[in-house]
């Protein structure tokens, strides 16, 4: 019913920028919190930043001056820019999204495949 795509993934030089995008469609009523969550290689999945309806933002100690999450309501996206990445930025990304979908009334967890960043010279 909602499907998110992430697009963006790739190698990127220590110390560089990259941007991250996800796109939400099907039959959505409303999207809620969007998210990027990431997984390195033999670590759990865990949250980059958040961001909900207003705008209104929360990161991980991690990302935080680094990276900045912004969304576009009329579009369903959400966006993540990386700057001044790090080898231990180096994972599989995910975009999450809290979304109604148009059949129901109630709110639903979905997940994107995954897209993967890789830092490294």
């Known amino acids: 019913q909602v499907r998110l795509v992430e697009s963006g993934g790739g190698l990127v030089q220590p110390g560089g920028s990259h941007r991250l995008s996800c796109a939400a469609s099907?039959?959505?009523?409303?999207?809620?919190?969007m998210a990027w969550y990431r997984q390195a290689p033999g670590k759990q999945r865990e949250l980059v930043a958040r961001?909900?309806?207003?705008?209104?933002?929360n990161y991980a100690d991690s990302a935080k001056g680094r990276f900045t999450i912004s969304r576009d309501n009329a579009k369903n996206t959400v966006t993540l820019q990386m700057n001044s990445l790090k080898p231990d930025d180096t994972a599989v990304y995910y975009c999450n999204a809290d979304a109604i979908p148009g059949t129901s009334s109630r709110s639903y967890g979905y997940w994107g495949q995954g897209t993967q960043v890789t830092v490294s010279s």
């Open positions: 961001i909900i309806r207003d705008g209104s933002t």
């Open positions: 099907g039959n959505i009523f409303r999207i809620g919190a």
